[in-house]
């Protein structure tokens, strides 16, 4: 079991346990040790950052346990997740580091570990790593010491000529944008991309203080982006989170398109170009919306779903040639360009099918409704499979039936609290209400 990543690598409050300096220390020298093991005796590692007050004490240690062991370690300085993911690739070092609590308040931090191949480590690995911090030694932090080295700004100009190489001819000339990057690691890379592109930008939330962080903003407070462009009369606006590996929109009407939203036009438009494959097929994931797997169908395209966690898309989509996939909170994933979510690279997908098309984004989002949507959160006093009882399970199978072709139930337990939610999407608002709230009777009754 592991005890300290989760799934998105290790997170929590900086400065306590399991971000206090001696224990990342400790995960500096189990992750040289662990990519020594597979590479080399002096593994090389580089490391990036958000724009958090903790990150430089954070690097600090990670970097003194790392080199305690003999690795090599360059710094990056402030990078977004998959910039970090680019690098460790593109210059072909054993491993890269994010320091990063992606859309948490600044007091959040954490850490997520890439391999050579920029794609996060698995289950095994880090259960592995963990298993190897046992037998770390105490390792002294000493000063901070998390200076990008002379090459950062090589390695983010790096970054963004890579971003640009992946719509050859793409023009934004004459496109107003608002950008939103919530004071994070985006700030001083995602209004440039789409300045030399040629769009006119109006960059909101990229003065980064260390504290200010997803602070009423970004991704995570649509409200600001959506305002910013009604005022400004822009043609799109786009928001990231705190280390842009998500990204969010608002039409030039001020209508939030989330990544469901990205997955239709996305979707449509790699099929008219025959680059979905075969199969015509594309990943998301249990919490994506009804309406987007029935507006697929409706346009001969499957739509199959992962567990939650752009981890467990990436590797539906590895398993089947997939060409794209992504979740409603903005994650989406282009494998043949990245094995990570990349917001810059999602915007300029989003941009390029408006410049291609010549139609504003509303009109993209065409053939595609999202269904009403209800969630219950029932306590309970124990996780029993609900298959096991009887009355949960004869309801669940009499609204599924109710709801076939048309609709749909989710059931599961909360990961973390005692708790059962019921989620059930379908055209009629009331008649959801009404089949959510009889479910979580049957299983208030049975295990509250």
């Known amino acids: 079991m592991k005890r300290l990543f989760g799934t998105d690598g290790i997170r929590g409050e900086a400065g306590k346990y399991p971000l206090d300096s001696a224990t990342v220390a400790k995960l500096g020298s189990a992750l040289a040790r ?54 460790v690739a593109s210059r072909s070092f054993n491993a890269g580091l994010v320091i990063s609590a992606s ?32 037998s770390a030694p ?19 100009s790096g970054y963004k000529r890579h971003l640009i190489s992946q719509f050859p001819g793409l023009s934004l000339e004459g496109l107003r944008i608002v950008v939103d990057c919530a004071n994070g690691a985006a700030s001083h890379i995602a209004p440039e991309v789409l300045s030399v592109l040629g769009a006119e930008v109006i960059a909101i939330n990229c003065s980064p ?13 649509m409200e600001v982006l959506r305002a910013a462009v009604r005022e400004s009369g822009a043609d799109v606006g786009v928001a990231f989170d705190g280390d842009a590996d998500r990204a969010l929109f608002t039409d030039e009407l001020g209508n939030i398109v989330d990544g469901d939203g990205v997955l239709w036009l996305v979707a449509k438009r790699l099929d008219a170009g025959g680059l979905l494959g075969d199969r015509r097929v594309i990943v998301a994931t249990v919490m994506s919306n009804v309406g987007l797997e029935l507006a697929l169908k409706d346009s001969g395209i499957e739509m199959l779903r992962a567990d939650v966690g752009d981890r467990y898309v990436l590797e539906t989509l590895l398993a089947t040639g997939a060409a794209v996939g992504g979740e409603q909170s903005g994650h989406v994933i282009f494998p043949r360009v990245s094995l990570v979510g990349d917001g810059i690279v999602t915007a300029l997908n989003v941009l390029n099918a408006m410049t291609e098309t010549g139609r504003p984004l509303s009109e993209l989002l065409s053939g595609f409704e999202k269904f009403p949507q209800i969630l219950v959160n029932v306590k309970v006093r124990e996780k029993i499979p609900f298959e096991t009882i009887t009355a949960i399970a004869e309801e669940k199978r009499a609204i599924e039936t109710t709801l076939e072709g048309r609709g749909r139930l989710l059931l599961r337990y909360s990961g973390t609290e005692n708790l059962a939610r019921v989620m059930i999407e379908g055209p009629d608002q009331s008649e959801i209400e009404m089949l959510a709230n009889t479910l979580a009777v049957r299983i208030s009754e049975s295990l509250s």
């Open 34 to 87: 662990f990519f020594g093991a597979r590479n080399t005796d002096s593994p090389s590692f580089v490391i990036g950052r958000d724009t958090r007050l903790s990150g430089p004490e954070i690097e600090s240690a990670l970097r003194a346990g790392l080199e305690a062991e003999g690795a090599k370690v360059v710094s990056a300085g402030i990078m977004t997740t998959p910039g970090v993911a680019f690098l």
């Open 103 to 134: 859309h948490n308040p600044f007091e959040d931090n954490g850490i997520k570990v890439f391999t050579d191949s920029g794609r996060k480590l698995d289950d095994g690995s880090e259960a592995e790593v963990e298993s190897l911090m046992d």
């Open 138 to 156: 105490d390792i002294g932090t000493g000063q901070i010491h998390a200076a990008a080295d002379e090459d950062a700004g090589e390695m983010e």
């Open 209 to 221: 203080n260390g504290t200010n962080i997803n602070a009423g903003c970004g991704s995570m407070h």
